[in-house]
């Protein structure tokens, strides 16, 4: 299969501290699916490593589709899920599902004590939007 998109982000994770603090569950709720906070509820710095990490992995997503956050694409229609041995995935709702297909997509995330990366490949057929 071919690359028909590829996608990177990086965050600040104290930016992130910082949202929480002031915002919240308002914050949380526009950005995050109900899995992915119950994830990182229980995380050191109030989560905010593995918050920016998958916000990294969304906004990555939407530059590998090669939109950004447009054209009816939601945070919430994207969730990143860890499987059994901690590696990440990326399930998908709504539009992003349509736009996604069968094709093949692939995350890797990671972060350090100030900042979390994400990447994304997808593999497949040219993405029509």
């Avoid at 028909?4 to 600040?12: A, F, L, Q, S």
């Avoid at 950005?31 to 998958?54: H, L, M, Q, W």
Wanted: with cysteine; net charge positive.
């Amino acid at each position: 299969m071919s690359i028909c998109g590829i996608g990177v982000d990086i965050c600040e994770i104290e930016r992130f501290k910082k949202l929480i603090e002031k915002y919240d569950d308002r914050f949380l709720d526009k950005i995050f699916t109900e899995n992915e906070k119950k994830y990182c509820r229980d995380k050191i710095n109030k989560g905010a490593p593995s918050y920016s990490v998958r916000f990294a992995a969304k906004e990555a997503l939407f530059k590998a589709i090669g939109t950004g956050l447009r054209h009816g694409l939601t945070w919430k229609d994207i969730e990143v899920e860890n499987d059994d041995l901690g590696k990440p995935f990326l399930n998908f709702y709504g539009k992003t599902k349509k736009i996604i297909g069968d094709r093949k997509v692939s995350v890797s995330l990671s972060h350090s004590i100030d900042s979390s990366i994400a990447f994304v490949i997808i593999e497949g057929d040219k993405i029509q939007l």
